[in-house]
């Protein structure tokens, strides 16, 4: 019996498929992701801004709390802006590294990826990314309406910004500069939302290198207990 709705509704009819070739997509699926790496060495070469709405429209498609969407992508890709953005940068980083604020357990945990205060990729890459995150939304009569889950919704969208990017051949970096508070006044954003990530994305220089990281094995754990699910 069809179902009354206050809000239209449309059938849903996700493609399936045979058992082997779930097993297949599942993998090479997989296997791309497995081959991303996050990039501190990026070319200048030029990147068609097209790959970059692509990947913002792709985020868009991610799930979020309530429908609320509460995410902004804003694009950089002039020379001064994204020097003025390095140079914010490296002023906060500079006070962590040489300055003392990072505690010496967070100087540990980084000591393997090598990272310093010199931010140079942040020039480098022909384009900068920042995602804000709407804590709340402003109705048109200036009135706020609360958002739900917006940390869950603004990392599920930039998993999926990241994972269209690799997909396109190009790389970037979460890279979150802190405190990024300095983001919201360069990219004149309002009070309601604040910087979650800024992305550096381009091509990985010729030369890049990444550390040799493993991943985890023991990422899924099972559990069913035999009195819930039976033998
Ligand atoms: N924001 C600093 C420090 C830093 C923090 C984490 I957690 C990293 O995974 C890497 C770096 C920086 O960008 O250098």
């Known amino acids: 019996m069809a179902q009354q709705h206050s809000y239209p509704f449309v059938p849903?009819?996700?493609?399936?498929?045979?058992?082997?070739?779930?097993?297949?997509?599942?993998?090479?699926?997989?296997?791309?992701l497995d081959r991303r790496r996050s990039v501190r060495f990026f070319s200048d070469e030029p990147v068609p801004r097209e790959c970059l709405e692509l990947a913002v429209r792709a985020a868009n498609t991610?799930?979020?709390?309530?429908?609320?969407?509460p995410w902004k992508f804003v694009l950089i890709g002039d020379a001064a802006t994204k020097k003025r953005i390095r140079e914010a940068s490296e002023v906060e980083e500079r006070q962590?590294?040489?300055?003392?604020?990072?505690?010496?357990?967070?100087?540990e945990a980084l000591a393997p990826l090598e990272t310093t205060?010199?931010?140079?990729?942040?020039?480098?890459?022909?384009?900068?990314?920042?995602?804000?995150?709407?804590?709340?939304g402003i109705r048109p009569d200036g009135r706020r309406v609360k958002h739900y889950?917006?940390?869950?919704?603004?990392?599920?969208?930039?998993?999926?910004?990241?994972?269209?990017l690799h997909t396109m051949g190009l790389s970037?970096?979460?890279?979150?500069?802190?405190?990024?508070?300095?983001?919201?006044?360069?990219?004149?954003?309002p009070a309601n939302e604040r910087p979650y990530i800024l992305f550096p994305v381009g091509y990985a220089a010729q030369d890049a290198e990444v550390?040799?990281?493993t991943r985890k094995a023991d990422a899924l754990v099972t559990f069913s207990p035999e009195d819930v699910f039976g033998p």
């Open 12 to 32: 849903y009819r996700p493609e399936r498929y045979a058992e082997q070739d779930m097993i297949t997509r599942g993998r090479e699926f997989y296997e791309h």
């Open 62 to 69: 991610a799930p979020s709390g309530a429908h609320q969407q």
């Open 96 to 107: 962590n590294y040489e300055g003392g604020r990072l505690p010496p357990e967070w100087r």
């Open 117 to 136: 205060s010199d931010k140079g990729y942040l020039e480098v890459a022909p384009w900068l990314v920042v995602c804000f995150a709407e804590k709340y």
């Open 149 to 164: 889950y917006v940390n869950e919704s603004v990392g599920i969208a930039c998993g999926f910004f990241i994972a269209a």
């Open 172 to 189: 970037t970096l979460t890279h979150t500069p802190n405190p990024m508070a300095f983001l919201s006044e360069i990219c004149a954003r």
């Open 211 to 213: 550390p040799d990281l």
